[in-house]
């Protein structure tokens, strides 16, 4: 069975510097979807980026972008010019092609003014 | 608007009562899937559904019952069965068709009179 592994509970940096933010998975499939979802206050969960494993290429959105380490199944989210508004609890996701997907547990990100 | 909507926000519960969280979406996704959350953790899936008269245990189903009757429509049942029900349920949706990822409701709480 697959897994996600977020080994960070919790995380503070301060207002404009950059967060790293780790996801171990483990999976025998060569075919699957990653994901790391935003959930702040509101508890609204707000996708943040999506990398599909058969490309080598990292994602990149904005400010949010991964390292993509199929081999060592490592998926981590990089945050630069953190803002008050990136606090939230961050989720890394797996899914494999037309099934359900796996959250981890969470790390929890507070910016500091 | 294309969304998913959840309903109620907040629900309470007496003992020994069945409570029926609604979710519908207008997204036209073939998906359907709810998840539990506790506080402070990560997402746990109840029941999915990938198409309709049709749907698939999660990891927690206990206690819970689902129906797929209309592709918009996935209501969760949480019986009197559920003996630790008060948690946020979060309803999603997703299309099958390469692109995979989730699109969330805003949740409802239910706790426990």
């Known amino acids: 069975a697959q897994t996600v592994t977020q080994s960070q509970p919790e995380m503070s940096v301060q207002e404009a510097e950059t967060v790293t933010l780790s996801c171990t998975y483990d999976t025998s499939e060569s075919n699957y979807y990653l994901f790391w979802y935003k959930q702040p206050p509101s508890r609204q969960m707000i996708l943040v980026i999506r990398?599909?494993?058969?490309?080598?290429q990292n994602a990149t959105e904005n400010r949010f972008s991964v390292n993509f380490q199929k081999a060592a199944k490592s998926f981590s989210l990089k945050i630069s010019d953190s803002q008050l508004g990136d606090t939230a609890m961050y989720f890394c996701?797996?899914?494999?092609?037309?099934?359900?997907?796996?959250f981890g547990k969470g790390t929890r990100l507070h910016i500091l003014p | 608007d294309g969304g998913i909507t959840q309903s109620p926000k907040y629900l309470f519960r007496k003992e020994g009562q069945n409570v029926t969280l609604s979710c519908e979406q207008n997204?036209?996704?073939?998906?359907m899937y709810w998840y539990r959350q506790d506080p402070g953790q990560g997402l746990r899936l109840i029941y999915y559904s990938q198409i309709v008269n049709d749907f698939q245990k999660g990891d927690i189903a206990e206690g819970y019952s689902v129906s797929r009757e209309k592709k918009e429509s996935f209501p969760l049942t949480v019986t009197s069965a559920q003996k630790n029900p008060t948690a946020f349920y979060l309803c999603?949706?997703?299309?099958?068709?390469?692109?995979?990822?989730?699109?969330f409701g805003s949740g409802t709480q239910l706790s426990v009179l």
């Open positions: 999603a949706s997703s299309m099958e068709d390469g692109n995979e990822k989730l699109f």
């Open positions: 997204l036209n996704h073939d998906a």
């Open positions: 990398q599909e494993a058969y490309k080598q």
């Open positions: 996701a797996f899914m494999k092609h037309n099934d359900k997907i796996i």
